[in-house]
């Protein structure tokens, strides 16, 4: 089993700038892909960035350029680094891992205000 906590959201003016963090626990040595998901009022569950454990990233167009994914192994504990925030990015932040299975952490709140 793996638990993954995410962390760090809030309330941010556009413009702004937020940190997410997302600690995993248990079985992390079986996972080989992090990735962020948000879901927004009224809005399906969109992929937002993904890193292998290679290091490997992909971002959605919308976010290219302002976010920045990353992980920290000897902490395991995944980030997105995010800046110029738009109130458009307002959404529940969610982290997953993979393994032979998906898990998910419960949800960060990031509210951005114009």
């Known amino acids: 089993q793996v638990q993954l906590v995410e962390s760090g959201g809030g309330l941010v003016q556009a413009g702004g700038s937020l940190r997410l963090s997302c600690a995993s626990s248990?079985?992390?040595?079986?996972?080989?892909?992090m990735d962020w998901f948000r879901q927004g009022p009224g809005k399906q569950r969109e992929l937002v960035a993904s890193?292998?454990?290679?290091?490997?990233?992909i971002y959605v167009d919308s976010v290219k350029g302002r976010f920045t994914i990353s992980r920290d192994n000897a902490k395991n504990t995944m980030y997105l680094q995010m800046n110029n925030l738009k109130p458009e990015d307002t959404a529940v932040y969610y982290c997953?891992?993979?393994?032979?299975?998906?898990?998910w952490g419960q949800g960060t709140q990031v509210t951005v205000s114009s």
């Open positions: 997953r891992a993979q393994a032979t299975r998906e898990y």
């Open positions: 248990g079985r992390v040595s079986i996972l080989y892909r």
């Open positions: 890193i292998t454990n290679g290091g490997s990233t």
